[in-house]
């Protein structure tokens, strides 16, 4: 007796992508060359924290700074720069491959993104040099950013300056948040020396790797980076996302926004979706994308949000001023003293001086608490920055722009680490191997976007590699 035909065939099946970031977008560009695949979009666009808000004669402003960064996997950082004809973009190399500037103790430094030690009252710097640990007291293995300051720098650098910082930006005891915190701020260095002295510990391996060198204008060649950064040439690192989503559309692949997945079923064939409209798809597998906790509710999977600490809400404060502010020529300038709201300065004159016609074109990110009315949230990022030093009292504004992010910062608290970590065991033993998660929080180590795109990106050439081999 012949058994009965299944209801699908698994290998006329598409794939589909959940997310359509640039990682996503990515992973289908890949995908589509063993067979159909649908993207699936809550948003009304593509695009994710790399899309850019079009303002017309004003221009575009990204989601804060994002500048995409080689990452020494030749073939990635080829499929990226191709997203754009050549010309099309600019490349920074050596020290302003990564060049950015801190408010930290009251200094706006554009010397050093990492908090400089030197700036600080000469008893304090003393106290902070004599606790510094000869040796890194194995940082890198600490359960939490408390020790891992303590570990890698002392105790006192860890209390007068690290703890003051990852608590004031995360809104958390430094022993309840994860040590990801200091790569945020960022603490994993931090600039110790003067110049001469910089210099001379330079031969000696465990300072050194602490150590940020304390004029980063003067880095020697030999401490350079060979890997560039590189963004469009006219503002908006959108353009990248977009001009990849229409590779993708004028080779067949559905992209599909505004979309709900109400239910996620693993079956014998693969996996089938159900959508808010009663749409029902079957696909032969499902790439995840977007934050794992958004898969939770269509797996069936429970989220217990009382355990976890919500999110900043996130704040994007887009400006044309009359004149520069004094961020000098860094890309950014990132704010480390905890009495203020705003995160970041994002300088497109710095990198991208062709991208507007009139007017200094700055981002500001400000985290706060709660989301407020976005006149008064101006009002906050305004004021700010007369008070930090970089404008002389208001600034006159050309035009400005506020966008309340509906998803917030979150924070990297050892809490929502491990509700999300817990969250992803369950999915996996839900979906079992129907459903890849590739993205922001898939893995514990996956949070910044060059990892991200990396992980992805290894992920989808070694699948395409074993099809082809079959």
Known sequence: MTSPMPAHNPQTLPQIVV???LNGLMVADHLRTNGPVIVLEAA???????????????????????IFAETGEAALDAYLQGLLPSEQWVQLRGHRRNFAGLVFNGHVQHHTLYPDLTSLPTDQYQACLDGLP???????????????LERRYGSEIAKSVGVPIVEGFAKAPAADLSPLVTRLCPLDRLALFDGPTTMQKLGDPEISR??????????????????????PRTRGIGQAVEALEQRLVDAGVDIRTGVRIENLDPTDFGVELTMQDGTVLAAAHVYWTANPLTMAGPAGVAVDYSMMDRPLTAVLCHLVLDEAPGLGDVHYLQVADAEYSTYRYTNYDAFCPEGHQTGVPITVELLVDEPGDPTALLEVALTEMAAIGITDGAPAVQFS????????????????????????NALADAVGDTVTMLGIGSRDDLFFMTDVLLASFVHVTQHQSATVGR
């Open 210 to 231: 602490r150590m940020a060198f304390v004029d980063q204008r003067e880095l020697p060649e030999s401490e350079q980076s060979p890997l560039a950064s590189f963004y």
């Open 19 to 21: 997310g359509a970031g």
């Open 134 to 148: 000869v040796n890194d007291l194995g940082s890198e293995s600490a359960p939490n950013a408390l020790e891992y």
């Open 44 to 66: 009304d666009r593509c695009g994710g924290l790399l899309g850019s808000f079009d303002f017309g004669t004003h221009g575009r402003f990204d989601h804060g700074t994002h």
């Open 401 to 424: 722009a506020v966008n309340v992010l509906p998803y917030g910062f979150p924070r990297p608290t050892l809490a929502n680490m491990a509700a999300i970590s817990k969250v992803r």
